[in-house]
């Protein structure tokens, strides 16, 4: 008997998509991002479980990275297996992402933005996920070292081999975006979207140009860390519980951070409330309430997280008095 996933009907009515940018590509308002919790160290039928809740709500785009684990590659490796055992059928319904730019294997090629790395990079990617090709390929940071124009121009290539259909950069600043997005215009390469940290907490693509001019250039931004690691719900409202990720971790939230916040996040917690949304709902409202934003990534250790989170479609809009009490709270 084959008990292969068979994919909701009706899931398209449960999304809304926005347009990249000035590109032909919709993405959906929400994409699964697989940073945690798809590492080899988890639980294979949650993953499953994960994705199939994910698609079945309308969320067509699956973000990793090379490196996303732990241990590096694996995240790759646990989607690609899931993808060949359950859900190939669907892949043409699908937006597959990937990246390369961070420390992935030793030595000098490993790493940062040449041509050498970000090529063979992809193809490892691909190999583990076991696919022909992307959807989007990404530079994942800014290199100092290497010159833009050779990153740049190993993104044609990549796009030109077909293992990519269209390209994006990931940390980026804004006047790199315009030099990066002016080479790939004049290659005619499809540079389409920028990801890039953004949350109530973190302001930076406000500050350092990226959201301006990537709404001067029509491309799109899709947005990680909406949650601020977990500031922006309400897991630490009332302290921090023993299996937070705090206590179980530690590399990327530190307790100081969530005393140091509390009386904000209880603020906003508050307004979350008035609006008839959780806290992690107004904040990945928040993130899209312009259009400047595609789509903004989540991660989740639970379908139930995912079914809880798809709700903030409902309620994107805010007033200019919730805005103005947001901006007062947070950027204290």
Same mark, same amino acid.
């Given at each position: 008997?084959?008990?292969?996933?068979?994919?909701?009907?009706?899931?398209?009515?449960?999304?809304?998509y926005?347009r990249?940018?000035?590109?032909?590509?919709?993405?959906?308002?929400?994409s699964?991002?697989?940073?945690?919790?798809?590492?080899s160290?988890?639980?294979?039928?949650?993953?499953?479980?994960?994705?199939?809740r994910?698609?079945?709500?309308?969320?067509?785009?699956?973000?990793?990275?090379?490196?996303?684990?732990?241990?590096?590659?694996?995240?790759?490796?646990?989607?690609?297996?899931?993808?060949?055992?359950?859900m190939?059928?669907?892949?043409?319904?699908?937006?597959?992402s990937?990246?390369?730019?961070?420390?992935?294997w030793?030595?000098?090629y490993?790493?940062?933005?040449?041509?050498?790395?970000?090529?063979?990079?992809?193809?490892?990617?691909?190999?583990?996920?076991?696919?022909?090709?992307?959807?989007?390929?990404?530079?994942?940071?800014?290199?100092?070292?290497?010159p833009?124009?050779?990153?740049?121009?190993a993104?044609?290539?990549?796009?030109?081999?077909?293992?990519?259909?269209?390209?994006?950069i990931?940390?980026?600043?804004?006047?790199?975006?315009?030099?990066?997005?002016?080479?790939?215009?004049?290659?005619?390469?499809p540079?389409?979207?920028?990801?890039n940290r953004?949350?109530?907490?973190?302001?930076?693509?406000?500050q350092?140009?990226?959201?301006a001019?990537a709404?001067?250039l029509?491309?799109?931004?899709?947005?990680?860390?909406p949650?601020?690691?977990?500031l922006?719900?309400?897991?630490?409202?009332?302290?921090?519980?023993?299996?937070?990720?705090?206590?179980t971790?530690?590399?990327f $939230? %530190?307790?100081?951070? =969530?005393?140091d916040? *509390?009386?904000?996040?209880?603020?906003?917690?508050? +307004?979350? !409330? &008035?609006?008839?949304?959780t806290?992690?709902?107004?904040?990945?409202?928040?993130? $899209? %309430?312009?259009?400047? =934003?595609?789509?903004? *990534?989540?991660?989740?250790?639970?379908?139930?997280? +995912?079914e !809880? &989170?798809?709700?903030?479609?409902?309620?994107?809009?805010?007033?200019?008095?919730e $805005?103005?009490?947001?901006?007062?709270?947070?950027?204290?």
């Amino acid at each position: 008997m084959d008990h292969r996933y068979c994919a909701a009907s009706g899931r398209y009515q449960k999304m809304k998509y926005n347009r990249c940018g000035k590109s032909g590509l919709l993405f959906p308002m929400l994409s699964l991002g697989l940073w945690h919790n798809f590492g080899s160290s988890a639980d294979l039928e949650n993953m499953k479980e994960m994705c199939f809740r994910a698609f079945d709500l309308g969320i067509t785009h699956f973000d990793l990275a090379n490196n996303y684990g732990p241990e590096y590659g694996s995240a790759e490796r646990n989607f690609g297996k899931i993808l060949k055992e359950e859900m190939r059928a669907y892949r043409d319904e699908m937006i597959v992402s990937t990246k390369a730019g961070y420390d992935m294997w030793e030595g000098p090629y490993g790493n940062w933005g040449s041509r050498k790395y970000l090529i063979a990079s992809l193809d490892q990617s691909l190999k583990r996920m076991g696919l022909d090709y992307v959807d989007v390929f990404y530079h994942h940071r800014m290199d100092p070292e290497t010159p833009l124009e050779e990153t740049m121009m190993a993104l044609d290539t990549i796009v030109r081999s077909g293992k990519a259909l269209y390209v994006g950069i990931s940390n980026y600043d804004g006047p790199t975006l315009l030099r990066a997005a002016k080479i790939l215009e004049e290659l005619k390469c499809p540079f389409i979207i920028n990801q890039n940290r953004y949350s109530i907490f973190d302001r930076t693509i406000e500050q350092n140009e990226l959201k301006a001019t990537a709404k001067r250039l029509n491309k799109g931004i899709i947005a990680f860390s909406p949650l601020a690691q977990g500031l922006l719900t309400d897991r630490y409202l009332n302290g921090i519980p023993s299996d937070s990720r705090i206590r179980t971790d530690g590399r990327f $939230l %530190k307790e100081r951070s =969530v005393r140091d916040k *509390l009386d904000q996040i209880r603020a906003l917690n508050h +307004i979350a !409330e &008035n609006r008839g949304q959780t806290l992690a709902q107004m904040a990945l409202s928040w993130v $899209l %309430k312009d259009e400047e =934003v595609t789509s903004v *990534l989540f991660g989740a250790s639970k379908p139930e997280q +995912i079914e !809880e &989170n798809v709700k903030m479609i409902q309620k994107v809009d805010f007033t200019e008095e919730e $805005l103005a009490e947001i901006d007062r709270i947070s950027l204290i």
